[in-house]
């Protein structure tokens, strides 16, 4: 296990390196360029945006702290971005949480983006609501929302449960324009079905890097690319050496 | 400021993430107790944030009644249960009766109806999904039919064969590329919390420059 962990730092350190002296071409993610579309959207119709990081996935559900804090992280770097063109564009954003620990996170964020577009007095604390830190209380929570303020854009970034269908249908009654991205496999299925656009695994987590102005951390996304061609040849390899009866999982088993 | 904004949360970043990453690969008595107490560390934070949480929701709830906003009435109920519930447990404890009555007639059974409503939102989105619109909806539309026939009983009953090929889209389509996303996914979490670390990623605490 150290020696993967160690062969995957190289690789990143390596590329990240590689990245500070030239330019790294990322291929354009449609979501992302989707995310101003509806920020647009809602400006045209004067209705607010709304995002959310979720509650967490069933098994990981714990906030930060849980092993779903990665994709809650990645979810506020897409907020950051999110925030950043509403303030520009003049939409209202209202963000909502079910872990009470992202609340002063995203207040300094949202906040920030305004300050960095000039538009301080538009920025509206109250809109940074956290529902509730129970599941079905926070989709409840959310459809009462989603009628009374008849969001334009719903964004939905970050790691979800049984919530996530209930607050893609809720935003789909309420006729909003939907763009969501998740790690987890579960829910996949449900908000690539209900969405208009979606992250799907591991572009979720290159989205951070595809939205940074520093083009440092995109070397990041080739390291990952690399060690994945050679985890594809370890598979490869291995299916092989099995077939032909020499059983390599022995010697890989420390 | 640039020292407490930018570089701190990135070097307190750095910090804890190489001491819960070295407790996982190395076994040194100190580390494992830097990594237990940094753990337990979390979970007191996550603890407090909840009062957060509390004062979030009073905050916003109280300018709605204050302003007598449309529904500002909602906002009382609300804010009466939340100091209610929140009395009853601080005067009694969770294990008062009126606590009890309180979670078991009225949090439980809301909670198993938004269960239970997850259902009705199944079956409107899969009437959305499932209509032949191009060629990708139709092969949704195809794999979803044999994969429900797999599980139907009536799908036997038509032809035996049914379960077979809704079971090769499970087990065969499905596990591979749900395996080839949770691969790509980890592998790409790993790069993100690597650019964590290093302090390559900082979006996520607000403005850095």
Same mark, same amino acid.
């Given at each position: 296990m150290l020696i993967t962990i160690l062969i995957l730092f190289a690789c990143f350190i390596f590329f990240l390196q590689r990245a500070k002296k030239s330019i790294i071409p990322v291929r354009r993610l449609a979501p992302i360029d989707a995310i101003e579309e509806g920020i647009g959207r809602a400006v045209e119709l004067g209705r607010p945006v709304h995002w959310t990081p979720g509650y967490g996935s069933a098994e990981h559900a714990g906030g930060v702290g849980s092993s779903s804090g990665l994709s809650l992280l990645s979810g506020m770097t897409i907020l950051a971005y999110v925030a950043k063109i509403c303030a520009r564009r003049g939409a209202e954003l209202i963000a909502t949480f079910a872990n009470p620990e992202l609340v002063p996170l995203a207040s300094e964020l949202i906040k920030?983006?305004?300050? *960095?577009?000039?538009?301080?007095? =538009?920025?509206?604390?109250?809109?940074?609501?956290?529902? *509730? *830190?129970?599941?079905?209380?926070? *989709?409840?929570?959310?459809?009462?929302?989603?009628?009374? =303020?008849?969001?334009?854009?719903?964004?939905?970034?970050?790691?979800?449960?049984?919530?996530?269908?209930?607050?893609?249908?809720?935003?789909?009654?309420?006729?909003?324009?939907?763009?969501?991205?998740?790690d987890g496999t579960t829910q996949l299925p449900v908000i690539f079905a209900v969405c208009d656009y979606t992250l799907i695994g591991e572009e979720f987590f290159a989205a951070a890097a595809y939205l940074s102005d520093d083009p440092t951390p995109r070397g990041a996304l080739r390291g990952q690319d690399l060690f994945k061609f050679g985890l594809i040849v370890f598979t490869i390899v291995g299916t092989i050496a099995m077939i032909l009866g020499f059983n390599i999982v022995n010697y890989i088993k420390m | 400021m640039s020292l407490i904004r930018r570089d701190l949360p990135v070097w307190i970043a750095f910090l804890v993430g190489v001491i819960i990453l070295a407790d996982y690969v190395f076994t040194f008595p100190g580390l494992q107790v830097?990594?237990?107490?940094?753990?337990?560390?979390?979970?007191?934070?996550?603890?407090?944030?909840?009062?957060?949480?509390?004062?979030?929701?009073?905050?916003?709830?109280?300018?709605?009644?204050?302003?007598?906003?449309?529904?500002?009435? @909602?906002?009382?109920?609300?804010?009466?249960?939340?100091f209610g519930t929140l009395g009853i447990g601080l005067v009694g404890s969770i294990n008062h009766p009126? @606590?009890?009555?309180?979670?078991?007639?009225?949090?439980?059974?809301?909670?198993?109806?938004?269960?239970?409503?997850?259902?009705?939102?199944l079956a409107s989105a899969a009437f959305r999904v499932f209509r032949a619109k191009n060629f990708e909806s139709i092969l949704l539309l195809i794999a979803a039919v044999f994969v429900m026939l797999q599980n139907a009983p009536i799908g036997e009953l038509i032809w035996p064969g049914l379960p077979v090929i809704g079971d090769f889209f499970v087990t065969g389509f499905a596990a591979g590329g749900n395996r080839g996303i949770q691969i790509g996914a980890a592998i790409a979490s790993i790069g993100f919390g690597v650019r964590i670390l290093i302090g390559q990623e900082k979006r996520w605490f607000g403005r850095t420059e």
């Open positions: 920030d983006a305004y300050v *960095s577009e000039n538009k301080l007095d =538009e920025f509206k604390p109250e809109n940074i609501q956290f529902i *509730s *830190s129970r599941q079905y209380a926070f *989709s409840t929570g959310l459809l009462g929302l989603f009628q009374r =303020e008849r969001i334009a854009t719903n964004i939905m970034t970050g790691s979800f449960g049984a919530e996530a269908l209930i607050i893609a249908e809720g935003a789909q009654i309420a006729g909003a324009f939907q763009v969501a991205g998740s | 830097a990594s237990t107490t940094l753990t337990n560390w979390a979970v007191i934070v996550t603890a407090f944030s909840f009062g957060i949480g509390a004062l979030n929701i009073i905050q916003r709830q109280s300018k709605i009644i204050i302003r007598r906003d449309k529904y500002w009435i @909602y906002s009382v109920v609300l804010i009466i249960i939340l009126y @606590y009890k009555i309180l979670f078991d007639n009225v949090m439980a059974p809301l909670n198993v109806t938004m269960s239970s409503m997850l259902a009705f939102f």
